[in-house]
């Protein structure tokens, strides 16, 4: 029988092989076995799992919220998880949390709650449990607190809320002479003024007066769209087995609206959420619609920046909104002394908020918005109105941050956005494609 | 030895060399059984429940998820963008590829640097390409407009024009993947024997008569085998789509790949899903099926 000649000058024969393989094996599955645990076990400390979707600036903050909380918890570690935003981290966390194995702890929108909890995905908080570390409901403010309920139960624990704001160049528009006694933008409260407030900045500017790129994003051009139509103080209400409930004409005035900004004057034809930041980064627009979070990326650029919140042009003040929530994910065997450290950590990470707002988050906690060190953070302290008229998505199982809905509405409104098509058509594929939505069975 | 052996036993019965062939082949049929027969058959029950991620409904509701799918104009539609996708890439990536491996053919100096500027390219991760390619088509910043534009042609809006995107897609999938059926395409001409060529230049022939009346035909085997693995490669399209423009514009580029994880994930039906696929799979087997009649008819 043929030999195998591994090794020159020493033959091993096919049995020898296979015992070996077979040793080589269980040594393999010896050593999986003692790999569990950790040493931290060891030591008395509990590892305590949490998923964000923080990253980049915001994901730095987030890191030194967590080292200092474990630096103030010896019995505690908390171990972060960075996954990226919109669908891998939301499929990843709700198949983690189908399979009963999910962190002990994870960062969620606000507005995907209503996706999670009626399917038992995450656990309620229990109130009295965060109030014996000096957190309760009043120290929320009355929007948010109320976004964090479903079904009179507390499913998610407000980090921050992140409004879409408008940024401006102040250089710019003291040029244009557009600028308040104050200092700050002054105030216009139609669709033409600020138009033409556009139009003098870009006459200083010679490129564009507004920055605000949106192709190919649906979140981009959703933030937009659901600011303005708020502002017609119209509401959307989506029931599954019932078309949507829409105000058909305030949406298709927003929608023409923002048609309207493409013009290469007031703000340029086509441009991607890159584009836009950078145009106004080097000075070649004089404002910027986008979230709060940018306003790292925009101070490390060295502008003369302020921000406000996006102009009341239909009567009734609104931004659109979200929150990164604390969420308890539904775990096949719940570790108590893990939940009781979960209770502490976000408690802690809460209180010591502060530093969030320095990416631009308004707190969710209000004693850290009413202290004089969050009101001397500027331009935060211009835009930290928003948290009162701030806007959440319609709720849905399928709606939110990040949602396939955002890019349903991508795909039926950008060629409105580029003048290929008409709103009132753009808009009634997407009304169509909702209620084919909101007719199919309900999977949560 | 071992053929007047088997003769001689009967067919099936365990003898200690047949146990060990098992051994050996044990540690694929393991994950063969547990992540391919298993998921199959899995996945085919599942299409018949309701299933939902969140585990919701698992009852058995016969074929109303097909049904529902027959009539869902979002499979369709995507079916129909994996389908043109398939055709307009499988075109040129065979096409592109016996070119190349024909230029390289002709005795180019520096063989080895054609060799590895061919091929590197599809060594790369789909995530870099679609990076690459991404800001290579930016409409205001990108590389590719402005160098139309240096030579006057207007801004080409590459992934947000429903018209343009899945050609850009092709662009970017020729450029990666061509290097494999080129380096396919090329050892199979270098195994052509040389004395056919010579025989033919003695007869007169030219380079162009040599190419088509011996490399072509002698290619044949190759090229059949070539276009069965592209179409099988583009219908399962997904990653550079996904991650150049997710689906966009309009839907325009969203292949069913991509639907069958929306529906199934984001949208958390893993029973419609599953459908899907298997309407998807019913399709690829048909279209193995009919390349591989056509593979027996020609070689037979």
């Not at chain 1, 479903?150 to 879409?164: C, N, T, W, Y």
């Not at chain 1, 994910?329 to 002394?337: F, G, S, T, Y």
């Not at chain 2, 109303?64 to 040129?92: C, H, K, Q």
């Not at chain 2, 061919?118 to 390619?133: E, G, I, M, N």
Request: glycine share 10%; hydrophobic share 45%; net charge neutral.
């Amino acid at each position: 029988m043929k030999q195998f000649e591994l090794f020159p000058g020493k033959q091993l024969s096919r049995r020898q092989l296979l015992t070996g393989t077979a040793a080589f094996g269980s040594l393999l599955a010896a050593g999986a076995l003692t790999g569990c645990g950790g040493n931290a076990q060891a030591a008395g400390v509990r590892d305590i799992g949490f998923w964000h979707l923080l990253s980049g600036g915001d994901g730095i903050k987030m890191q030194a919220m967590i080292n200092s909380a474990n630096q103030a918890n010896p019995g505690f570690k908390v171990h972060p998880t960075v996954l990226a935003w919109g669908p891998p981290y939301y499929t990843k966390l709700a198949m983690a949390s189908a399979g009963g194995r999910p962190p002990e702890v994870a960062i969620m929108h606000a507005s995907r709650v209503p996706g999670y909890a009626p399917g038992g995905l995450i656990d309620p908080w229990d109130l009295s449990l965060l109030a014996e570390h000096g957190v309760t409901g009043a120290d929320f403010a009355p929007r948010i607190w109320e976004k964090s309920q479903q079904d009179g139960k507390v499913f998610s624990i407000a980090l921050d809320s992140h409004p879409f704001v408008m940024f401006y160049n102040t250089d710019v528009a003291s040029k244009a002479g557009v600028l308040a006694g104050n200092g700050q933008l002054e105030e216009v409260a139609s669709p033409q003024e600020f138009m033409d407030l556009a139009r003098e900045m870009q006459k200083v500017t010679k490129a564009h007066g507004l920055s605000f790129g949106y192709l190919g994003s649906g979140s981009q051009m959703w933030r937009l769209f659901y600011t303005l139509y708020k502002q017609h103080g119209a509401d959307i209400t989506l029931t599954p087995g019932q078309p949507m409930k829409v105000d058909r004409d305030a949406a298709i005035e927003s929608l023409e609206f923002m048609a309207s900004l493409f013009d290469d004057t007031i703000a340029a034809k086509s441009g991607d959420i890159s584009t836009g930041i950078a145009e106004f980064a080097r000075g070649d627009s004089g404002m910027l619609f986008s979230g709060v979070w940018e306003l790292p990326t925009l101070k490390k650029a060295g502008l003369p920046v302020d921000a406000a919140t996006i102009p009341t042009l239909y009567g009734t003040p609104a931004a659109y909104a979200d929150s990164h929530s604390f969420v308890l994910p539904r775990q096949l065997n719940v570790d108590e002394a893990k939940r009781r450290d979960v209770y502490k950590f976000v408690s802690d990470v809460l209180k010591g908020s502060l530093s969030w707002a320095e990416a631009g988050h308004i707190p969710g906690y209000q004693p850290v918005v009413q202290s004089q060190a969050y009101k001397d953070l500027t331009p935060q302290a211009h835009y930290a109105n928003a948290a009162d008229v701030i806007a959440y998505d319609p709720e849905s199982w399928f709606s939110g941050s990040g949602s396939d809905w955002q890019t349903y509405f991508a795909e039926n409104v950008q060629n409105v956005l580029l003048g290929r098509d008409k709103a009132v058509a753009g808009w009634g594929a997407f009304e169509e494609r909702t209620n084919h939505l909101l007719s199919m069975p309900n999977p949560v | 030895m071992s053929s007047s052996l088997a003769a001689r036993r009967k067919p099936g019965s365990l003898t200690r060399s047949n146990l060990s062939g098992w051994g050996f082949a044990a540690p694929f049929l393991v994950f063969f059984l547990v992540f391919l027969v298993w998921p199959l058959l899995y996945g085919l029950y599942m299409s018949l429940t309701g299933k939902s991620l969140t585990g919701a409904n698992d009852s058995l509701i016969g074929f109303a998820n097909y049904a529902e799918a027959l009539a869902d104009a979002g499979m369709w539609r995507s079916l129909g963008n994996t389908l043109y996708f398939t055709v307009i890439s499988t075109v040129p990536l065979v096409l592109v590829a016996l070119v190349m491996a024909a230029l390289l053919n002709v005795g180019l100096p520096a063989q080895w640097l054609w060799r590895l500027s061919y091929f590197a390219p599809y060594l790369l991760a789909s995530t870099v390409v679609s990076l690459f390619f991404t800001w290579m088509y930016n409409p205001q910043l990108g590389l590719i407009n402005d160098a139309l534009s240096k030579i006057g042609i207007p801004k080409v809006a590459w992934l947000n024009d429903p018209n343009v995107a899945m050609w850009a897609i092709v662009i970017a999938t020729l450029w990666w993947t061509v290097g494999f059926n080129f380096l396919l395409y090329l050892a199979a001409m270098q195994n052509i024997p040389h004395q056919h060529y010579e025989a033919a230049s003695l007869d007169g022939a030219g380079a162009w008569r040599q190419f088509f009346s011996i490399t072509l035909p002698q290619l044949t085997p190759t090229t059949v085998m070539i276009v069965l693995l592209q179409i099988l490669a583009s219908l399962k399209i997904f990653d550079q789509v996904y991650q150049m423009t997710a689906g966009g514009p309009g839907g325009s580029t969203r292949p069913v790949v991509q639907y069958i994880f929306e529906t199934g994930f984001t949208g958390y039906r893993l029973g419609y899903s599953a459908a899907i696929s298997y309407i998807f799979f019913g399709l690829i087997v048909l279209v193995s099926v009919m390349q591989f009649a056509v593979t027996r008819r020609r070689s037979a």
